[in-house]
Structures are given as structure tokens and as C-alpha cells.
């Protein structure tokens, strides 16, 4: 009997031995070269990704830079942020000219295949509505024949628009138009009866942009999927399992309660899971190419998912968006984490 569990041991110890870690390619030599990485993000939403008068950017899409610059570089600062609408995002990410788009951007199949992507997981469940100005005195999406509706191109929002009033059997006039902030002033403007995007969107244009806030309501009706997730180039797997990795660390630190806040404490914690996602048993690190502090220098500097969701959007934020969807699954929500074993 105990021969046949050293004979199990044995041929388990060389199978992890075959099974090396590393499929490093040109993209994190590179970026391990220049000693930053170069995050795609968008021109400036609310509570995603927006940079202050001082230049620094902050959100939830920010974070996931943040995070896997810490994992790569053990400094979640070495950062550079280049803005990019939704039409040039993706040309942005295929010429190079950022090594990973962390920019509201929907999951889909042909991103995923024909534009030559890999989706490593998702940042925020969203799905996509509509703004309309109270005094219009629409109470809901199905009252919305005819109506004039400002719109961004290279967008799912575009698509799923289209679909939606021909199922409904409606007609609208599209006011298509690139730059977010023409967008708003479209809209706020009056040239738009109706603002259509990402549920998130919607909140943080009203937060951070509406004159007057308490004018604009947000339908009821959610007409779309839109799984926001970071987004990057096919051609180099352990790149994209290290940005993967970097949200999962940060989904399953909050499962097992590690925050930026008590990190050190937890350093010292005798559960052998904590001490596996804090490389204190060490291993994972290694596996994935990185530091074996990796997920401790990501949750000490950006904090866990929680922590980056409540201080961005969530109830410590001006958006005061709820967790819903975005709770992790122990909780009822979607936020689900692989382990990290
Ligand atoms: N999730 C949708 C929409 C993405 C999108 O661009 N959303 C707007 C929401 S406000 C945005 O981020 N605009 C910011 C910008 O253009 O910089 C997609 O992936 O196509």
C-alpha cells in the first residue's frame, strides 16, 4: 500500500517537473526591457479610468494596470496610460502601440477570434442602457420610437442599439459621434433625446458630467451583456496569464478577506491557503513568471477587488454604484476567481 502512494508521488513530482512554467514571449521581454508597461484606457470615464489635473489616472480599469504592474515590477506605478476612444482602441492594441487594453471593453467572440485577442477575464458585468432627460417624461425604453439617440462608434452599444428597436419594431435617428466628451455635450446639449451606453457609463456621465445630475434618469431596461474585461494581443500566454492572474489575485484576496489594510497581518496567517496566495509557501510565483510577492505587492498597492470596486464606483465613490453583479459568487454575484493553487 505505501509503495503504491510513493510510486503516485513519484510519477506526480515529474509530471510537474515536465510542465514548465514559463511561455515567455516577445511581448514581456519587452516589457520587462523597458521597465513599465503601457496600458491602453479610455479618454476619461468616471470611476473606469480618468486622470486629474495633475495627470494621475485613477479607476477600476486603472487598477488592472496598477495590478499587473505590480505583479511584473513589484511597482504598481510603473505605468504609462495612453488614451484611446472606442474606435481606435483596437488598432491601438494590434499595432503595439500598448501591450494591454484595460479600457470598459466587452467580451465578445469575434474581438476574442478575428481581431486577433485574448480576453483574460472580466472586470465589471455590465450591460448596456439609456439616458434620457426627465422632462421628456419617458419612463421606459419601449417609449422610445423615434427617437434621436447619441451614439459612440466601435461599439458593441452601436450594435445591440440597431438590434433593439428593430425587435421592438421601432426607429430611431443615430447621432454617431467618436469623441466621449462631444458625446455628453451632444446630449447634454439637447441634440440627443436619448444617451446610450454601458449601464456604468450612464452613472458616471451623470455623476461627473451632467450640469445638472438630478434631470437625467436611467431607464430600467438593460438590454445587453457587456462583460468588461482587460484585453490583449494573441502572440505571448504568459503575458496574458500574468494580466489573468493579476485580477483573479485580486477577486481571491477578497474572498479570503487579504486587504491592502491588514496584508501584513495575513503575512502571518497559518491557513495554507493565504499563505499559498501570499507567497509565503512559495510556488505560484514561480509558475507564473513573476515575483513570488506578486499578489502581496498587488493587494498592498492597489488593493483587493472589493476595496478597488467600493473606492472607485462603488458606495466610497461619487458613483455610488452597487456591487450586484460585480459581488463575488459567495455572495451572489458573478465575481469568480480560479484558485490559486
Ligand atoms: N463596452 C462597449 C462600449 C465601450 C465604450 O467605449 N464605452 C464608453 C462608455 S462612456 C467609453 O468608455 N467611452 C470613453 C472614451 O471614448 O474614451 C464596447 O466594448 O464596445
Known sequence: MLNKFLAAGVAAVTLAGVATAA??????????ARGQLICGVSTGVAGFASADSQGKWTGIDVDVCRA?????????????????????????LQSGEVDLL??????????????????TGVN???????????????????????????????????????????????SFKPVVIEKIEEV??????????????DASGLYATRAANAPTP????????????EPLGPVVRH??????????????????????GITSKNIDEMMKSDNPTIKRILGVTPGM??????????VYNIIKQVGNYGESFDRNVGMGSPLKIARGQNELWTKGGLQYAPPIR
Do not use: H
Open 184 to 197: 455628453r455635450a451632444a446630449f447634454f446639449a439637447g441634440r440627443c433625446d436619448v444617451f446610450t451606453t
Open 124 to 170: 465589471y458585468y455590465d450591460g448596456q442602457g439609456f439616458m434620457v432627460n426627465k422632462k421628456l417624461g419617458v419612463k421606459s425604453a419601449k417609449e422610445l420610437n423615434g427617437a434621436t439617440v447619441c451614439v459612440q462608434p466601435g461599439t458593441t452599444t452601436e450594435l445591440n442599439l440597431a438590434d433593439y428597436f428593430r425587435a421592438n419594431k421601432m
Open 102 to 119: 484595460a479600457r470598459t471593453t466587452t467580451y465578445t467572440l469575434t474581438r476574442d477570434t478575428a481581431l486577433g485577442f485574448d480576453f
Open 235 to 256: 502572440g505571448d500566454n504568459q503575458f496574458a496569464d500574468i494580466v489573468r492572474w493579476s485580477l483573479f489575485a485580486m477577486i481571491e484576496a477578497e474572498e479570503y
Open 285 to 294: 510565483g514561480k509558475a507564473l513568471g513573476v515575483d513570488e510577492k506578486w
Open 68 to 92: 499587473v504592474a505590480a505583479a511584473l515590477f513589484g511597482d504598481a506605478d510603473k505605468v504609462k496610460y495612453v488614451p484611446t476612444t472606442a474606435q481606435q482602441r483596437f488598432t491601438a
Open 214 to 225: 438630478d434631470d437625467y434618469i436611467i431607464l430600467p431596461e438593460i438590454i445587453s451583456k
Open 23 to 32: 511561455y515567455a514571449g516577445k511581448e514581456l521581454d519587452a516589457i520587462k
